[in-house]
């Protein structure tokens, strides 16, 4: 007994070593130490011996078998760990291959212009206001010196909101609201300019868009001149459309303001030579003023202490100029291969 014993030992550190998968190990440890195997039948037979032999044979036994069963859990410890190398192996991404790389994004061109010209007039110590898109007719319309019968109204043709019981609201048509909001909210002085989205009845077309963007400003303090507005706005058309740019005042109408002027550009394209685009050499870019006395009365701000100037410009109108766009509906339609000339986010 003792040397089948040893005989099966030796036969099943063999076999579970020589076991190349896990199927296979479990075959060798049912011949080992499976029921018809001849360990069994050592095991079965103990009990024919004299006392003090089954006693000495016995120990061997559970020897055997705590050896053999060591040995089988040892190797398939090993085929699983060689298994799951294998697994991991199969899974891993093939990085010997360059990677496909993402396509860099781009800021909008009404984002680009938008930071240039707010930068602007902060390095001119302005500050930045927002205000509501939804407003009601006093902050756009009567506040600005523009009443329920003024013609100013109907060319804004201005989008109300049918919400219940509020006739009064409406989407902004200018950025002007925010100048309003501003002075009702602050004391003298003020230097603000006010970037946001305005909403009139437009038809889309190369030149109009339903939905655009305007940059309002303002200052009030004391002592400002029409000389102010005609500096400050002649130094930030040159540092939005280079130092050899000139400019130019003719006047103009606008509610809010007394005097009104507008100011005109020379052509980025032909230096003021007169081209297809401009026609005479200039481009109108601007609405500007003087405060009126009204505007700042209806703000609580007294007129004969203050005064101040206004203007609007069109961010939209900026960027078509200086990236030179064709058609204004580009800047909306988001035609990737378009938006993709102006360059990598910064």
């Not at 050896?67 to 298994?83: G, K, N, P």
Request: glycine share 8%; aromatic share 6%.
């Amino acid at each position: 007994m003792l040397r089948s014993l040893e005989r099966e030992r030796e036969r099943g550190f063999r076999a579970f070593s020589e076991a190349a998968t896990i199927a296979e190990l479990e075959a060798a440890q049912v011949a080992i130490l499976g029921r018809k195997a001849p360990f069994s039948d050592v095991q079965r037979a103990v009990g024919t011996l004299e006392p003090d032999d089954r006693k000495s044979v016995g120990r061997v036994i559970n020897e055997t078998r705590a050896d053999l069963q060591r040995a089988s859990d040892e190797r398939r410890a090993e085929l699983e760990a060689v298994a799951e190398d294998a697994l991991i192996a199969a899974d891993r991404v093939d990085l010997s291959l360059p990677g496909r790389r993402p396509r860099p994004g781009s800021l909008h061109p009404l984002s680009l212009a938008e930071d240039e010209i707010v930068d602007v007039f902060l390095r001119l110590g302005y500050r930045v206001a927002e205000g509501p898109e939804i407003e009601d007719e006093w902050h756009n319309f009567e506040a600005l010196n523009i009443p329920p019968d003024h013609p100013a109204r109907t060319m804004k043709d201005s989008i109300y909101v049918h919400l219940p019981g509020h006739p009064e609201l409406l989407l902004r048509t200018e950025t002007s609201s925010v100048q309003i909001r501003t002075m009702q909210s602050q004391p003298p002085p003020v230097y603000i300019v006010a970037p946001g989205r305005v909403y009139r009845r437009e038809t889309a077309d190369a030149t109009h868009l339903p939905v655009f963007h305007q940059v309002e400003g303002l200052v009030v303090d004391e002592g400002i001149t029409f000389a102010d507005l005609k500096g400050t706005l002649d130094a930030v058309a040159r540092a939005l459309f280079g130092q050899d740019r000139e400019t130019k005042l003719g006047p103009a109408f606008f509610p809010f303001v007394e005097p009104g002027a507008e100011l005109a550009v020379t052509c980025m394209r032909c230096d003021g030579a007169g081209c297809p685009v401009c026609g005479n050499g200039w481009i109108e870019l601007l609405g500007c003023g003087m405060v009126h006395p009204q505007v700042l009365e209806n703000c609580g701000y007294d007129p004969e202490r203050y005064t101040g100037f206004a203007f609007g410009l069109g961010i939209d109108r900026v960027a078509i100029l200086k990236y030179r766009i064709p058609d204004i509906r580009l800047l909306v339609e988001g035609d990737i291969r378009f938006l993709a000339q102006f360059g990598a986010s910064r």
